[in-house]
């Protein structure tokens, strides 16, 4: 009995330990496979201090607003970026309409289809995930959910 429970517990730690937290390394997102809008693979660069993350439409229809209203550099400049997670999305909607209209944006979104990443970086319902790094750890993880704090996210 004490074996079982033993190996319970192992197990639930390796698989926790894959959620990303404070302290975590910019590495563990190299774990993970992007595409762009234009269907490029792409890397989490290593100077990156911002990841902005949305989940669901809404909030990514937030975060696109947001950042078409800067110049096209702009992630590259405050060493952001900007990760759609999508694998929630019907792909029939994904190759009819989202992906036309994602490749309209002049700033670059990193594109994640599998349902793997949740796990990784736990979304919260109707919120943006930000996640801030220092020294390629992550320092700060929290959830906003309007312009105003997404302003802020980038200036901090």
Not at 10 to 34: A, E, R, V
Not at 47 to 64: A, F, H, M, P, W
Not at 103 to 115: C, P
Not at 124 to 153: C, G, M, P, R, W
Request: aromatic share 12%; hydrophobic share 40%; no cysteine.
């Amino acid at each position: 009995m004490k074996k079982l429970l033993l190996i319970v517990v192992l197990t639930l730690s390796l698989f926790g330990s894959s959620q990303i937290k404070i302290g975590s390394s910019i590495d563990k997102f190299n774990n993970y496979s992007f595409k762009t809008q234009h269907g490029k693979n792409i890397k989490i660069p290593k100077n990156v201090k911002t990841i902005i993350i949305s989940y669901e439409k809404d909030t990514g229809r937030l975060v696109n607003k947001y950042l078409n209203a800067k110049y096209p550099p702009y992630l590259a400049k405050m060493n952001a970026v900007f990760i759609a997670d999508i694998h929630e999305m019907p792909s029939i909607i994904t190759k009819l309409f989202a992906m036309p209209k994602m490749r309209k944006y002049k700033h670059t979104i990193y594109i994640y289809n599998e349902d793997d990443f949740s796990e990784f970086v736990k979304p919260q319902d109707e919120k943006i995930t930000v996640i801030k790094f220092s020294d390629k750890q992550v320092s700060k993880i929290y959830h906003i959910s309007n312009a105003k704090e997404l302003k802020k996210a980038f200036e901090n």
